[in-house]
């Protein structure tokens, strides 16, 4: 079949379409249907269902005769260890974990914050919560205590589970006392933490409250896994939005098993037993959908992946690892690709391993911009694969369906709306605007399943921020435009939130650490354009009158106030000083004409200003830290 027939046979008739993706997926109790609309707009899918997660993942495999196959491959080359888990010892070893769990009182329904390294042990943590029915959610290394309090104030987890350290090149991230002060900034108390400890670092644990893993598991009788229902939340997964509240993305067990298995072969072209690697991290949407869940229920063989694109050692670790095990589609975001091509102009590095296994190339999380899609068609020899797609809709939305056929790679596109999509562009208004021409990126509802039901305590804030502003579809948050051939263009964010190195952060979150210095009256930060990250980060300060400190001093304290706070991952080490900033005249700030102005792009000096003079001495503040010098 062609994607036009796919498409189109999604397109006649949703319910068949989805109901027939169900037949691949282990049911309980399969479902009598496939959408529930009585509530509308919160649909759901799959609801009357009985099913299990994990089973899918792994419990079936080793019925099927999968159980001597690889599941897991962990390559770290940071401590040099690689390690190979079949499915069997996983589904022992999650077996184990989720009995240890339950007898501590881990129940269906309960919630389980997971804050780890990219160690096998952080799969199996969230596949053991899902074999018991508990509602994991992931946090990033990459995050502070703060965030990590916040993210335990929202979710109220029974229980975390956390590593000792992680290991980013040269530095030894110390999870623990993270941890620990993010318990004490808490209002909600876990009962119970469980520690995986390092060898490169044995962390202190607190009597009565942390149990060490493996200690923890001795003698306990291995869990079975727990039916759900469809809608049962398999996790919530916390994502930047326009404030320092993050949104609670809520994902449903059985219309997110049906979809990523879906995907696994129409999209992303591999077969049950192949390899699939994606080489991101479990703290982000990119690491449930597709290092745990999507290859893992397919039968395919994931890889955790504990090392960066350059510097372990060097620029030719994805290719190293693409040989050695026989990767046949790797997926990860261009700001890596960037980082390799950066290093490794001419490919060199390239040459020295075979990549003959490899069929496909994916990127993601970003914009995927020209220059690094050539470099790496021309070196790799393989087709690059842009996709779009979000931590909200859990799986790719708009791509080209290599699996079904691939469709002419349109540089610049990640091509086109997937079965359960129908992408189209509208004005302000909501009315839809003609191919070629900019506006909002919005889809019909009902969202197809997998999506986001709603998000976590949080039903008005789901409504309003998705479904408000354009009646009757989902309000993507990008802008863009789809041309002559219904191919997709992601142009930009219609919001506040900002990309850097595929990572997903708000500048709303950023402002609020800003603004809590003694010494700021008022501040902005906008996200400039990065030849590396794509976007970083970059804050004004106006000071309160009086202060005497030295511009230069306050920066600094900025700076790690934000790494205190947000985290190493917000990448926040540009700031500056200036008198005023430039305001509408109801008030708000004009970010955006900010970052035209840094960026050198052509802007309108907005009607509505009430300054224009203070957009020169912007210019001149940009100029002093290198930008808006075209
Ligand atoms: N735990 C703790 N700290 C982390 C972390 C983690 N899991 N991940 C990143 N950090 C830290 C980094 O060490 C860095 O700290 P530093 O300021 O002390 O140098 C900081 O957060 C910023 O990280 P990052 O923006 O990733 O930059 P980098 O310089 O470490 O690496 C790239 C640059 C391009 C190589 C890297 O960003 C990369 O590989 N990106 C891939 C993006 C990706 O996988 N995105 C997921 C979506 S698909
Ligand atoms: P996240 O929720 O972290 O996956 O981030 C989703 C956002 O990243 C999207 O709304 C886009 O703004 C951006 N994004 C993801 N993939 C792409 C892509 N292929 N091209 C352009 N932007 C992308």
């Given amino acids: 079949m062609a994607y036009k027939d796919v498409y189109d046979a999604w397109k006649s008739d949703p319910e068949g379409f989805w109901m027939e993706q169900a037949k691949a997926i282990d049911w309980v109790e399969p479902p009598s249907k496939a959408l529930w609309d009585d509530n509308a707009p919160m649909y759901e899918w799959f609801a009357d269902a009985k099913v299990n997660a994990c089973y899918n993942a792994v419990d079936r495999h080793v019925e099927n005769g999968r159980g001597e196959q690889t599941a897991i491959i962990y390559d770290s080359p940071i401590t ?9 010892e996983l589904r022992n070893r999650v077996a184990n974990l989720a009995g240890a769990l339950r007898a501590k009182g881990i129940e269906k329904g309960d919630r389980v914050i997971i804050y780890m390294p990219m160690v096998p042990e952080a799969l199996e943590a969230m596949l053991a919560c899902a074999r018991l029915g508990a509602i994991h959610s992931v946090v990033f290394g990459g995050f502070a205590a703060h965030e990590l309090a916040i993210r335990i104030d929202d979710a109220k987890p029974k229980a975390i589970i956390a590593a000792s350290c992680g290991l980013e090149p040269g530095r030894v991230v110390h999870y623990k006392p993270l941890l620990d002060a993010a318990i004490d900034q808490a209002t909600h108390k876990p009962d119970f933490c469980v ?33 759900v229902e469809g ?10 939005g326009t404030t320092g509240q993050p949104k609670g993305v809520v994902r449903d067990t059985a219309g997110h098993l049906v979809a990523l298995n879906w995907t696994m072969k129409n999209v992303y072209n591999v077969n049950p037993g192949e390899t699939f690697w994606a080489a991101s991290d479990v703290g982000w949407v990119v690491g449930h959908s597709y290092i745990t869940y999507g290859p893992l229920v397919h039968g395919n063989t994931t890889i955790v ?20 095990y026989k990767v046949r589609s790797f997926f990860t975001a261009p700001t890596a690709f960037r980082a390799v091509k950066r290093e490794d102009p001419t490919g060199e590095y390239v040459k020295k391993y075979d990549l003959s296994n490899l069929r496909t190339v994916y990127l993601a999380g970003e914009r995927a911009d020209p220059d690094t899609i050539k470099w790496a068609q021309e070196k790799l020899g393989k087709p690059i694969i842009d996709h779009w797609w979000q931590t909200e809709l859990g799986y790719p939305a708009v791509a080209n369906p290599v699996g079904i056929e691939l469709l002419p790679v349109k540089i610049g596109s990640p091509s086109v709306s997937l079965p359960g999509y129908a992408f189209k562009i509208v004005d302000d208004e909501g009315k839809e605007l003609p191919r070629g021409e900019l506006g909002a990126i919005v889809t019909p509802l009902p969202l197809p399943p997998g999506t986001l039901p709603t998000l976590w305590n949080a039903e008005d804030r789901f409504k309003k921020a998705y479904l408000t502003n354009f009646a009757g579809h989902y309000e993507t948050g990008d802008a863009g435009m789809i041309d002559e051939d219904g191919y997709l263009y992601i142009m930009a964010r219609t919001d506040d939130v900002i990309n850097v190195a595929g990572h997903r952060l708000s500048t709303g979150a950023m402002e609020e650490v800003l603004a809590s210095h003694p010494d700021v009256a008022e501040c902005a930060v906008i996200g400039v354009g990065d030849d590396l990250k794509g976007q970083l980060p970059l804050g004004f300060l106006c000071l309160n009158a009086g202060c005497n400190r030295e511009h230069a001093d306050i920066v600094k304290d900025v700076v790690t106030m934000v790494r205190q706070q947000i985290g190493p991952v917000a990448a926040f080490k540009l700031a500056t000083v200036v008198d005023r900033l430039p305001k509408t005249r109801s008030g708000k700030i004009l970010r955006a004409t900010m970052v035209k102005i840094a960026d050198n792009q052509d802007f309108k000096v907005p009607a509505t200003i009430d300054d224009p003079t203070i957009l020169d001495e912007i210019k001149v503040s940009l100029q002093g830290l290198g930008y808006a010098k075209g």
């Fill in 80 to 88: 040099q260890t690689k390690r190979q888990i079949s499915y069997l």
């Fill in 195 to 227: 520690i995986f400890q390092r060898e490169q670092e044995v962390a202190q644990l607190v009597e009565g409250r942390d149990y060490n893993w493996h200690g923890f598991q001795y003698g306990v009788e291995p869990a079975e896994c727990v039916p």
């Fill in 231 to 240: 809608n049962h939340p398999a996790y919530i997964l916390y994502t930047s």
């Fill in 305 to 324: 992946f504990e090392g960066k694109p350059i510097g372990t050692p060097d620029p030719g670790t994805f290719w190293r690892i693409i040989e050695e």
